[in-house]
Each structure stands twice: as structure tokens, then as C-alpha cells.
């Protein structure tokens, strides 16, 4: 991977030009102008109700389909499709990799997981004065098959292992790969969809993106062995995280499918 990815500086300019606009009111992506759809652009947490509840960031969240070349972010458009690119062909590989250690079919993925399914999140961390108080993002699992993840030097990701946040050392020449809810249920919880947060820094702006490899809403999820889990639709399972966030102010995610539920 390119150890100063091209979205750092291209995408940086983005963020600033919507900072400008931001900064006295609440404005949609179409009022600003940018060449993403209304409803892409994302600032903290809507539902939350105090400090501990809100993520001190802002995100484009873009699903490949509205990746278009559009006058002045250009360079913008088609280097966020030359990483959509790679990363699709990395994640359909791997999880082709993983789908054949579980002896289940490999095609799975090619037919349900198409590219108009799948989106990218560039994520952009302020310097957080609250640093101690405040997440740059709540700890979550992730709703899709897999993720794939490039984060900068700056560092701030950390992941639940053996029960204890452990923070992902940043590396240039890495990528990161984290298995979502899809495929742990996908695959009876041989492989588990693992907890992750972002720590806020004091002083420094962060950057990082995220492809998210998802199946379309119509795709069913569900094991050949007597599974744990309840079979479901990924709408189904979109709509219930949603249902629980508005509700109670957080996912539930898997347990609400498990069948012992
Ligand atoms: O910024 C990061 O390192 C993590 C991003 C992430 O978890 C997300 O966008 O869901």
C-alpha cells in the first residue's frame, strides 16, 4: 500500500472546505456543494446525550456507486476509485479465503457482494481538547462481512483482545482487516467480529478510510450446520441496529439474532 495514501491530501481538502461551511450551522452535503449525495456527511453522534456518548468526528460516508468524477474533485474521485479497487479485490479475495477454511462456498461472495453494495468511509479525527473524556469513535463492531482499513501515522485505534483495549500500532506499509457481524454469523461464530473505538488526541488531526464489504439488503445470512443464530436478512439486520441505536442510543448487533435470544 502507498505509505502516504493518495486520500491523505486530497481528501484533506474536503474536510477543510466543509469545516468552512460548518462552522455556524448544520449544513447537507447538497448545500455545500460537494459531489457526494445528502445524507453522506456525518458529525459526532446524533443520539447522543452526554460527552461519554459522543464521537469527536466528522465522515463521508460513500457508497460506491456515487463515486463520480465531479469538476473540482477530480483527483479526488478517481483516487478513491483506484483504492475502492483494490481493496474490493482484496477484501472478495480474503474472504474467499475464509469462506474455503470453513468449507463453505467460496462463490458466495462474488454473487452477493457486489460493488454497488459496498461503501467507503473517510473518517477525519480533530485535535479533541477533551482528549480524556470524549471517543473519536464509540466502541463498535462493525455491521458488514469485512472491513478493510488504512489509518495514518497518528494512531488512536485499539481493539478488545482477551477482554482489554489494545491499541493498533499505526504502519505505513499495512492495511487492516476486521472481520463484521455478517461474517461471524455467516460463519457460526468461528469468526468473531471484534469491538473497536478510537481514542482521541490532544494535539494532532487524524485520518483513516474504511471499505466496508457488504452484501446487498436482500442477501440472506445463514449457516449450513445448525447455527446459532437465527437466519436473517442484511435489510433486516440493518433495520434492527438502526431501530436500536434511535431507541436506546446504542447497537445491539448479533445477540438480537441469536436464536437462544
Ligand atoms: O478510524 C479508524 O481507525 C476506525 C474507523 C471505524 O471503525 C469506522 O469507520 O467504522
Redesign the pocket.
Known amino acids: 500500500m502507498d505509505s502516504d495514501p493518495p486520500f491523505r491530501q486530497t481528501y484533506k481538502t474536503l474536510f477543510d472546505k466543509t469545516s468552512e461551511e460548518t462552522c455556524n450551522k448544520v449544513v447537507t452535503v447538497e448545500e455545500c456543494e460537494l459531489p457526494f449525495p445528502a445524507g453522506s456527511y456525518r458529525w459526532g453522534t446524533p443520539s447522543a446525550t452526554c460527552l461519554k456518548q459522543l464521537s469527536w468526528?466528522e465522515?463521508f460516508h460513500i457508497p460506491m456507486t456515487d463515486i463520480s468524477d465531479s469538476g473540482a474533485f477530480s483527483s479526488l474521485s478517481s483516487t478513491m476509485e483506484q483504492f475502492a479497487t483494490t481493496v474490493a479485490g482484496l477484501a472478495k479475495k480474503l474472504a474467499g479465503i475464509l469462506a474455503e477454511k470453513l468449507g463453505q462456498k467460496t462463490t458466495f461472495f462474488e454473487e452477493n457482494c457486489l460493488p454497488s453494495a459496498c461503501y467507503l468511509?473517510m473518517?477525519r479525527?480533530p485535535p479533541c481538547p477533551f482528549s480524556l473524556e470524549v471517543h473519536?469513535?464509540m466502541p463498535?463492531t462493525?455491521s458488514d462481512f469485512l472491513?478493510i482499513?488504512h489509518?495514518d501515522e497518528v494512531g488512536?485505534?485499539q481493539l478488545v483482545k482477551d477482554e482489554k483495549w489494545i491499541s493498533?500500532k499505526p504502519n505505513p506499509e499495512a492495511l487492516?482487516i476486521?472481520i463484521g457481524d455478517l461474517f461471524q454469523a455467516w460463519s457460526n461464530d468461528v469468526y468473531k467480529s471484534v469491538q473497536?473505538?478510537?481514542v482521541t488526541n490532544p494535539t494532532m488531526e487524524?485520518?483513516?478510510?474504511?471499505y466496508?464489504f457488504c452484501p446487498s439488503y436482500d442477501t440472506v445470512i445463514q449457516n449450513s450446520e445448525p447455527s446459532i443464530y437465527r437466519k436473517f436478512s442484511f435489510r433486516e439486520y440493518r433495520q434492527q441496529v438502526q431501530a436500536d441505536v434511535q431507541k436506546l442510543g446504542h447497537k445491539v448487533g448479533l445477540p438480537r439474532f441469536l436464536l437462544s435470544h
Do not use: M
Not at 487524524?206 to 474504511?210: D, E, K, L, Y
Open positions: 468526528s465522515a468511509r473518517n479525527y473519536g469513535l463498535h462493525d472491513t482499513l489509518q488512536g485505534l493498533v487492516i476486521n473497536h473505538r478510537v487524524r485520518f483513516s478510510t474504511a466496508f
